[in-house]
């Protein structure tokens, strides 16, 4: 499989607003400082062929297997990766369609497949789990906000503080789960955004994160999401 041509680039979503006698001027829509630009999604295509005497399989098969994997869950976001960028993943879905028979046919050559990418890469380290049991500092390593999943282990009331921002917890009971991207607090399979005392969810800005907490909590597992462009 190899990257068919340059990507489309992700552009930026800008808003403009023109004042009278002075041009136009860039709106930040932002709702928060540290939330990094929008951009919206592009396209990423990649040319691939297969090699069925290598796997014992006829093309018939191979294209139901590749059908399978590309659309068996539905249309949804996935984890690409490639090798072009080895210590990072895209999250995209399959944009262009073919039957089972049209894949089957084109795997005698090579096949181009399209995929829509978000705009921003995900750390594969920013998947690894980041467990602190008192106040501790993690680095951010890339130049934009992380968007974390946090679950904060405790009881009673708790403040957690990350640098100059305190966000607040009522009647934790045994823990709580804080998903910061899908901006939803739960305990399992129980919504507990009732629990948050504050509407902004925690982030890791770029650098240097001081954590620490006021309230009963033995420890706070993270899984940070670094990410780039």
Same mark, same amino acid.
């Given at each position: 499989?190899?990257?068919? %041509?340059?990507?489309?680039?992700?552009?930026?979503?800008?808003? =403009?607003?023109?004042?009278?006698?002075? !041009?136009? @001027? *860039?709106?930040?829509?932002?709702?928060?400082?540290?939330?990094?630009?929008? @951009?919206?999604?592009?396209?990423?295509?990649? $040319?691939?062929?297969?090699?069925?005497?290598?796997?014992?399989?006829?093309?018939?098969?191979?294209?139901?297997?590749?059908?399978?994997?590309?659309?068996?869950?539905?249309?949804?976001?996935?984890?690409?990766?490639?090798?072009?960028?080895?210590?990072?993943?895209?999250?995209?879905?399959?944009?262009?369609?073919?039957? $089972?028979?049209?894949?089957?046919?084109?795997?005698?050559?090579?096949?181009?497949?399209? @995929?829509?990418?978000?705009?921003?890469?995900?750390?594969?380290? +920013?998947?690894?789990? *980041?467990?602190?049991?008192? #106040?501790?500092?993690?680095?951010?390593?890339?130049?934009?906000?992380?968007?974390?999943? &946090?679950?904060?282990? !405790?009881?009673?009331?708790? =403040?957690?503080?990350?640098?100059?921002?305190?966000? +607040?917890?009522?009647? *934790?009971? +045994?823990?709580?789960? $804080?998903?910061?991207?899908?901006?939803?607090?739960?305990?399992?399979?129980?919504?507990?955004?009732?629990? &948050?005392?504050? %509407?902004? @969810?925690?982030?890791?800005? #770029? +650098?240097?994160?001081?954590?620490?907490?006021?309230?009963? $909590?033995?420890?706070?597992?993270?899984?940070?999401?670094?990410?780039?462009?």
């Amino acid at each position: 499989m190899k990257q068919s %041509g340059a990507d489309n680039a992700a552009k930026p979503v800008i808003e =403009t607003i023109n004042v009278p006698a002075r !041009g136009n @001027f *860039i709106i930040d829509n932002r709702i928060d400082e540290l939330d990094n630009q929008q @951009f919206n999604d592009y396209a990423r295509k990649y $040319v691939c062929c297969v090699d069925a005497d290598a796997f014992k399989l006829d093309l018939e098969e191979h294209a139901r297997r590749l059908y399978a994997w590309l659309y068996g869950s539905g249309i949804e976001y996935k984890k690409l990766y490639d090798t072009y960028d080895r210590d990072y993943y895209t999250l995209a879905y399959v944009s262009s369609g073919a039957s $089972v028979s049209e894949l089957a046919k084109r795997l005698l050559g090579q096949i181009e497949i399209q @995929f829509t990418c978000k705009a921003y890469k995900r750390a594969l380290k +920013g998947d690894e789990t *980041i467990t602190i049991t008192k #106040a501790a500092t993690i680095t951010n390593p890339e130049g934009f906000t992380a968007t974390p999943y &946090m679950k904060i282990y !405790g009881s009673g009331n708790v =403040t957690l503080y990350i640098n100059n921002r305190a966000h +607040g917890f009522k009647n *934790i009971d +045994g823990y709580i789960e $804080v998903d910061s991207e899908n901006m939803n607090a739960y305990k399992g399979d129980t919504l507990q955004n009732n629990k &948050m005392l504050v %509407g902004a @969810f925690p982030k890791l800005a #770029a +650098g240097d994160n001081n954590i620490s907490w006021a309230g009963n $909590v033995t420890k706070i597992e993270i899984v940070p999401r670094w990410c780039k462009l």
